[in-house]
């Protein structure tokens, strides 16, 4: 008898722990969930790089993102694949499928980099959204704003040529703290712009290049460096084009 007590103590002491990590995370943005939801929760670590869910997958439970960077992408009939979007701290993943009423991904998802996640069951977190209006606020605010950031994506995506859209990419996603001697570096690979933009990786090696005969970038391993000088030209480059 004595090694189910141990178990059970083990148990319990990874799941305060796992509490208290997610309460450092959540506390900051106001949310205080209740004891049942705590109870609940899960704390899990995924690796950079590592699929977190695969479209057409089941839904079984909604995850909060409390640290790192994912990808979201599209997969068509023809082979191609579409990141449409990348998404940081307190994204939810799985809200849409599940207020849509289908319980399957409609997207795959990307660690970018490793990532902390809480894991809660559907029931639970249908129990926290019905009782707690910050995060009921919090939860339609982000499914608003996934909603308009796809419909701007793919309503002009139409209509800007490469040039536009990488160097939008690069502008949207670059970071405003200098490194590396003072200048702005974007930690993507030419595959992962590739993904953001909604381009080839060929046409992204396109693009890269002319920035860089235009001293408009520099190129490095899976980065693009950018003297801060420099990020208003290219907003002027774009402002001119369209």
């Given at each position: ?63 909060i ?55 809660l ?20 605010a ?21 040039i536009y ?17 003072g200048?702005l ?10 993904f ?47």
């Open positions: 008898r004595a090694l189910p007590t141990a178990l059970s103590i083990k148990e319990v002491y990874e799941m305060e722990h796992d509490n208290q990590t997610i309460r450092q995370f959540l506390c900051p943005f106001g949310f205080e969930p209740p004891d049942y939801v705590w109870k609940k929760m899960h704390l899990r670590t995924v690796p950079a790089k590592a699929v977190l869910v695969l479209a057409g997958s089941n839904l079984n439970a909604i995850d993102l409390l640290q790192g960077e994912i990808h979201v992408v599209n997969s068509f009939s023809d082979g191609k694949e579409f990141g449409y979007t990348n998404e940081r701290s307190l994204t939810l993943l799985g809200d849409i499928e599940y207020f849509s009423g289908v319980k399957q991904y409609a997207s795959s998802v990307i660690a970018k980099t490793t990532v902390t996640l809480a894991e069951d559907l029931e639970s977190f249908q129990y926290w959204f019905d009782c707690d209006k910050l995060f009921r606020d919090h939860v339609v982000h499914i608003a704003q996934k909603a308009y950031k796809m419909a701007g994506r793919f309503g002009t995506e139409k209509y800007e040529d490469a859209r990488l160097t939008k990419t690069i502008l949207d996603y670059l970071p405003d703290r200098a490194e590396h001697g200048m570096a974007l930690h993507y690979s030419h595959f992962e712009l590739a953001l933009s909604g381009m080839s990786e060929r046409s992204v090696n396109r693009v890269l290049k002319r920035l860089k005969e235009e001293k408009l970038v520099t190129i490095g391993r899976k980065r693009v460096l950018i003297w801060p000088k420099d990020v208003q030209r290219l907003r002027t480059m774009l402002e001119q084009r369209y």
